[in-house]
């Protein structure tokens, strides 16, 4: 049944949507399906890109790989705009002129799903993880729930669902943010803030605002959970309406928190589980439970009864680490590997070196991002015994940190990375894949950049 906002939309003509990627590709049938006009084009020539538009054709929608048609796309009467898709890019820049409502395929699904109760996450860092947890943790007390949005499955996909789920945990990216201007969820989530996509953004403070765009509709009923240790979340988040609670690795006031006297996890007040029972490397991870386990308490009553409590410190115990973020892989030899190759920034990658307990040999490079690998020197200092430099990043990791910290150029081949990783660590050491750069000059993504860092470590 197609709701009253999505018809709108519909009813105000062709609908354009803009990349051939899972969440346009879900945009267009989730439309088609409602009865739009539907155009959808992409750019790129590749095979999957081929693909995806000749199955879209193959379902009676008008699908163009390859070029966009600026002239159609200036008179339709929505745009829908991927993710990977800057604002200034062409046929986006032809909706803006022209007028037209350029929104992301969030902003549409939530439209179409005008029942569902969802907590939204955003940040920097933390937020694959976190969506994770609370989808994990609104199951355990009980929530028919699914994880969608940035973390992977679009939620187009999930309003085309015959039954669709009562609740939702969805990750948003800055991205997808400036888009969504519906966006209201019954508990907002910010994770944190640190410099990110500075080859997109004019500014540091542009980036930030777009992830303040989560709260842009809130109230004085509203919820949200915030990072009490971090004073830019505190400074940005100080005057908005609602409710605030936090979550703190060192704060006892915060409504969650982490008694490491006690090596406990503390929530509203109470013990929740002790540190020993969560599977999860690294203090940032204590963070990203707190977090998730406070939405989760916060979003309903009936999640703050003792039962529920209960089953919210089950669901903590039984989560296990999302592939490609502090990921062990495997032991060999006594020498750990260690995956996470969602470190796509120098804060995601500081935050998982800072996490290891044994020494590291640290694989740092790919693509540069715009950020100074000098701030990572203190962790790199406490932390490893050598940095690998690869990929087209390598000359610019090796003149921020030579000098300071040992670090060794290589190339762009993974497999003599690894190989040079192998010859240097010695039992007790991890292998730690935490890039801090994107993929894109070796790899097709961070998940193909993750599952051969996988292969080769086992020697599969």
């Not at 990627?21 to 088609?32: I, K, T």
């Not at 509203?222 to 936090?246: C, M, P, Q």
Request: charge should be negative; glycine fraction near 8%; hydrophobic fraction near 45%.
């Amino acid at each position: 049944m197609t709701s009253q906002g999505l018809a709108a939309l519909v009813d105000a003509g062709e609908v354009a949507v803009i990349g051939l990627g899972a969440s346009g590709a879900a945009a267009a049938r989730l439309f088609a399906r409602a009865g739009a006009r539907v155009y959808v084009s992409d750019a790129g020539r590749g095979d999957r890109v081929q693909q995806v538009a000749a199955a879209l054709r193959a379902e009676g929608v008008d699908a163009e790989s390859g070029a966009h048609d600026l002239a159609r796309i200036a008179r339709a009467g929505t745009v829908v705009v991927s993710p990977g898709v800057p604002p200034s890019a062409p046929p986006v820049a032809a909706a803006h002129d022209r007028g037209i409502p350029v929104l992301s395929e969030i902003d549409v699904a939530l439209r179409a799903l005008p029942a569902l109760t969802y907590i939204a996450t955003t940040g920097t860092n933390g937020k694959t993880t976190v969506t994770a947890l609370i989808g994990h943790l609104l199951r355990a007390v009980g929530r028919d729930a699914v994880e969608a949005g940035n973390i992977g499955t679009p939620l187009a996909e999930i309003a085309m669902r015959e039954a669709p789920p009562a609740w939702a945990s969805l990750e948003l990216s800055s991205f997808q943010l400036h888009d969504t201007p519906s966006v209201a969820p019954r508990v907002a989530v910010l994770t944190n803030l640190s410099p990110d996509h500075l080859d997109r953004y004019d500014s540091l403070d542009a980036y930030y605002g777009d992830k303040m765009r989560l709260f842009a509709n809130a109230t004085a009923q509203s919820l949200r959970v915030v990072n009490g240790d971090e004073a830019e979340v505190r400074r940005r988040t100080a005057g908005i309406a609602g409710r605030a609670l936090r979550f703190s690795l060192a704060d006892s006031a915060a409504e969650a928190w982490y008694d490491r006297t006690g090596d406990r996890l503390m929530l509203a007040g109470a013990p929740l589980l002790p540190r020993a029972e969560l599977h999860l490397l690294g203090d940032h991870n204590v963070a990203n439970a707190l977090c998730a386990a406070l939405a989760v308490w916060a979003a309903d009553p009936a999640h703050q009864t003792a039962e529920a409590r209960a089953r919210l410190a089950e669901g903590l115990r039984s989560f296990r680490a999302i592939p490609h973020r502090v990921e062990p892989v495997g032991e060999v030899g006594g020498v750990l590997w260690v995956n996470d190759s969602k470190a796509t920034n120098i804060g995601a990658a500081r935050v998982a070196l800072e996490g290891m307990t044994r020494p590291v040999i640290l694989l740092l490079g790919g693509r540069h991002k715009g950020e100074p690998y000098s701030a990572m020197l203190d962790a790199i200092r406490a932390h490893c015994k050598m940095v690998l430099a690869y990929g087209e990043a390598a000359p610019q990791v090796v003149a921020d940190l030579e000098g300071h910290v040992p670090v060794e150029r290589l190339g762009s081949s993974f497999e003599d990375v690894i190989a040079r990783a192998r010859a240097l660590a010695a039992p007790g050491d991890v292998v730690l894949l935490a890039p801090a750069c994107s993929s894109y000059d070796m790899f097709t993504d961070y998940l193909h950049r993750g599952e051969t860092f996988r292969r080769l470590a086992l020697g599969a």
